[in-house]
């Protein structure tokens, strides 16, 4: 089956709003012989007459008049389209967003993000739910608007980042904790007994490479997933926990905080999206108000 061309829309559309081949041509910046032949193909297009001579002028047959209103709502639906976007009203948004968010990321700025996003968008709804793995299906399908996390080398190339702060790693213990006295070495933080943060088995980061190049290993006793379950493991025991200075702050209310005794190199926390959401005003909307309130919550952050 032949694609009809579609540009004999725009050009139905001002022949029956003008109701004259001159008028019409002029309207379209064509010659009176082009718009003529432009209706030969629109006759043959459509099987009908369209226009037909009384006396001096054109008139609609009633097919024409059939098509008149059609036509023009199709013709003003295409130009909206490749309009560019007109200015957002918040005030008149009603969308739910669903952002896929780091370990500590909600607990930290979701209720300031909350906040912003009622003041200026009352009908706005965020759903928040965790993100437990680094896969990119979930933004390119569309089932999440938005993700927060470190961008490691296995993150999706077609994904879209920006930013929003850099964060570093301390040591949390229970306030009464041994390490709360005297300085704390490589050594004594070593022979602790430490809870691990991940979400892989007998997994090895960043801390015990470091560790082992100063010829120390700690001993760690247990694992769990999540910044919020090892602070809570922690207030009740002896066990060190190891967190992101930002992303933990809200969680480590009554424990006891320290810099590590040993380098280790900062992260930088990122918001992604797929590509296909660059353009639409209310998404960008969204990762304003998320860089915005980043930035904000525990200090100005670097972005």
């Not at 990119?136 to 920006?162: C, F, H, K, N, Q």
């Not at 300085?183 to 980061?205: C, E, F």
């Not at 006891?256 to 918001?271: E, V």
């Amino acid at each position: 089956m032949q694609k009809p061309d579609l540009n004999l829309l725009i050009t139905l559309d001002v022949l029956l709003a003008e109701g004259s081949v001159v008028r019409a041509a002029q309207r379209l910046g064509l010659s009176p012989s082009a718009m003529s032949r432009a209706l030969a193909r629109l006759r043959k297009t459509t099987g009908d007459p369209l226009l037909v001579r009384a006396g001096r002028a054109l008139v609609p047959t009633p097919r024409a008049l059939e098509l008149r209103e059609q036509v023009s709502q199709l013709v003003h639906n295409a130009a909206a389209v490749l309009r560019p976007a007109t200015q957002l009203d918040l005030t008149q948004l009603a969308r739910t967003f669903t952002l896929r968010t780091s370990d500590g990321f909600v607990e930290n700025v979701g209720a300031a993000l909350l906040a912003r996003i009622h003041q200026e968008a009352p009908d706005v709804r965020l759903r928040f739910i965790q993100k437990r793995d680094k896969e990119s299906t979930l933004l390119r399908d569309g089932i999440v608007d938005l993700e927060t996390g470190v961008v490691g080398a296995m993150a999706s190339p077609e994904l879209r980042t920006r930013a929003l702060f850099r964060d570093h790693f301390i040591g949390v213990v229970r306030a009464s904790h041994p390490l709360c006295e005297g300085d704390i070495t490589a050594a004594r933080y070593a022979a602790q007994n430490h809870l691990l943060i991940s979400r892989r088995q007998n997994h090895k980061g960043p801390i015990d490479e470091a560790l082992q190049l100063l010829g120390l290993e700690r001993n760690v006793i247990t694992s769990v997933d999540s910044i919020s379950t090892a602070l809570a493991l922690v207030k009740g025991s002896d066990l060190i926990a190891t967190v992101p200075e930002r992303h933990s702050a809200n969680l480590r209310i009554g424990l006891h905080s320290f810099p590590l005794p040993f380098t280790l190199a900062p992260i930088t926390l990122s918001m992604l999206w797929h590509p296909r959401m660059d353009a639409d005003p209310a998404h960008r909307w969204l990762r304003r108000c998320v860089l915005d309130v980043s930035s904000l919550t525990e200090g100005p952050g670097q972005v």
